[in-house]
């Protein structure tokens, strides 16, 4: 007898249309305002503001039906809009794996960024369609998008990863990604 019970889940293909940033069948969507984004932008007061002249959605997660659970690899496509706050660019929240396990990205659309922390050096990946981004384990991570259009990138990660938010408040990430006039420069996170 196997020393694993059965998959919960049976072995099944995924389309994955990297025009249209969507996986089918598809699993939980998650949509994250500016409001869900709270003590992560510099400039608390522009934040605020943000969030009351209309809370746009600064990003969306769209997953397979893979689930998170110890041993499966789910797989979820994030589409990040472009734009800035008090010259921040949007980004998603970051987070760190708690138990550190390692994570892959693979650029779809749009020009973005992968800045990772691991509590003493940052680090910055370009991502552009076709770029894979690996995280190695205890690494946390946040995604940027540095361009105009939308920035979309499918991961793949281990089901028992686990996301601790929390981390990153506590820690920061090292740097912040603000729009330069000639591109993205950067700053100390806890710097202001
Ligand atoms: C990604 C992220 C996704 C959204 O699937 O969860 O891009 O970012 P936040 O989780 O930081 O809001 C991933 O890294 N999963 O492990
Ligand atoms: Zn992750």
Redesign the pocket.
């Given at each position: 007898m196997s020393q694993y019970s059965p998959l919960p889940i049976a072995p099944l293909s995924i389309r994955f249309d990297h025009v249209a940033a969507t996986l089918s069948p598809e699993g939980p969507t998650l949509t994250?305002r500016m409001s869900d984004l709270e003590g992560l932008f510099r400039d608390r007061a522009a934040w605020q503001e943000a969030v009351a002249e209309g809370d746009p959605v600064v990003?969306s997660?769209v997953s397979s039906p893979v689930p998170e659970i110890d041993r499966e690899l789910p797989q979820?496509i994030?589409t990040i809009q472009p734009g800035t706050t008090a010259g921040e660019l949007w980004m998603?929240?970051?987070?760190q794996?708690p138990n550190h396990q390692g994570?892959i990205y693979l650029g779809i659309a749009g020009n973005g960024g992968l800045l990772m922390f691991n509590g003493t050096e940052s680090a910055w990946l370009d991502i552009v369609p076709g770029t894979i981004g690996y995280i190695p384990p205890g690494w946390a991570?946040?995604?940027v998008n540095i361009g105009d259009e939308p920035y979309s990138f499918l991961?793949v990660?281990p089901g028992g990863?686990g996301?601790d938010?929390d981390w990153v408040l506590t820690n920061g990430m090292g740097r912040r990604a603000l729009a330069g006039a000639d591109g993205i420069s950067f700053v100390d996170y806890f710097e202001g």
């Open positions: 994250r990003y997660v979820s994030t998603t929240k970051g987070h794996h994570e991570h946040r995604s991961a990660y990863a996301h938010y």
